[in-house]
């Protein structure tokens, strides 16, 4: 959450905001946070340090630490019988419990809302977003994407990181994103 406050100052300007890879959804109103998924083991962490994996960053549901340590990462997991699963995001290794992804937090957002995936424009660049992607009626990437992210949604946006996405609200505002319409509508 500091991270994201930081990097976002004004989120009461949002509905709500996924965090944690799906992990949590946070209503900036009442600034309450309710985990989408049950705390991963403090074991998990714990075990990870004394095999030496560092860093380890744990949040309310999720764990993350970097490449090349995925493989110990996974040994541990087994080792010590947790239902969960790896999610990676370029040298990102995020643990978290089984079904727990951006998608699903983003549809718990939606039910909040009572919106549906049509009516939301997604955008993103990572492995990590297929699943929140998959769901948007309307799915674009930065310019800087991930190839495979790049070749599963509707469109692509000519600038990167955050120009990408500020050009696609600027478009969004003015023109409804008109001229990425399916042909016949």
Do not use: W
Request: aromatic share 4%.
């Amino acid at each position: 959450m500091a991270e994201l406050g930081a990097a976002c100052p004004n989120l009461e300007l949002f509905d709500y905001a996924v965090l944690e890879n799906g992990g949590v959804l946070y209503d900036p109103s009442t600034r309450k946070m309710t985990m989408l998924g049950p705390p991963l083991s403090l074991e998990l962490a714990r075990a990870l340090e004394r095999r030496g994996v560092g860093p380890v960053i744990t949040g309310r549901v999720i764990l993350s630490t970097r490449r090349p340590h995925e493989v110990v990462v996974e040994e541990v997991i087994r080792d010590l019988g947790l239902e969960t699963q790896i999610i990676f995001n370029g040298n990102a290794v995020m643990v978290l419990p089984s079904g727990v992804d951006k998608g699903s937090g983003l549809e718990a957002a939606f039910r909040a809302m009572e919106l549906s995936g049509h009516e939301v424009v997604g955008v993103g660049n990572g492995e990590n977003d297929h699943a929140f992607l998959e769901i948007c009626g309307c799915s674009v990437a930065v310019a800087n994407a991930d190839a495979a992210i790049k070749a599963s949604v509707d469109f692509c946006t000519v600038g990167s990181n955050g120009t990408g996405v500020t050009q696609l609200i600027e478009e969004l505002i003015t023109t409804d994103l008109s001229r990425h319409a399916p042909h016949g509508t």
